[in-house]
């Protein structure tokens, strides 16, 4: 990828992780395990814990949407991402999988 510098970054912008990215990390944390990760203990916990995590997070962008600043509501947005993610490793599903739809 490049970033809006022009300056060729890989998977990352400049100091910003991107999808393809996150998603790589998530789908190592995992497989790896790691003792104490919130990542692992919701992938444990399944579905439907992630999927109310993830209508949470849409609740909290809609909200940040209409009353709060637009740094508030990118971080809202990465939340809502983050957790989107996590349902698409319990699912074994890929970003492929959700770009064809796109």
Request: glycine share 10%.
């Given at each position: 990828?490049?970033?809006?510098?022009?300056?060729?970054?890989?998977?990352?912008?400049?100091?910003?992780?991107?999808?393809?990215?996150?998603?790589?990390?998530?789908?190592?944390?995992?497989?790896?395990?790691?003792?104490?990760?919130?990542?692992?203990?919701?992938?444990?916990?399944?579905?439907?814990?992630?999927?109310?995590?993830?209508?949470?997070?849409?609740?909290?962008?809609?909200?940040?949407?209409?009353?709060?600043?637009?740094?508030?509501?990118?971080?809202?947005?990465?939340?809502?991402?983050?957790?989107?993610?996590?349902?698409?490793?319990?699912?074994?599903l890929t970003p492929e999988d959700i770009y064809k739809y796109l």
């Open positions: 990828m490049v970033c809006r510098s022009g300056k060729a970054t890989g998977l990352r912008f400049e100091g910003v992780k991107t999808f393809d990215a996150l998603f790589a990390e998530l789908t190592q944390k995992s497989a790896d395990r790691p003792a104490g990760s919130g990542t692992v203990e919701a992938l444990d916990k399944g579905e439907h814990f992630i999927g109310k995590k993830i209508i949470e997070e849409a609740g909290e962008v809609w909200i940040a949407s209409e009353y709060q600043s637009d740094a508030e509501l990118a971080e809202e947005m990465s939340q809502l991402i983050y957790w989107t993610q996590v349902m698409m490793i319990k699912r074994g």
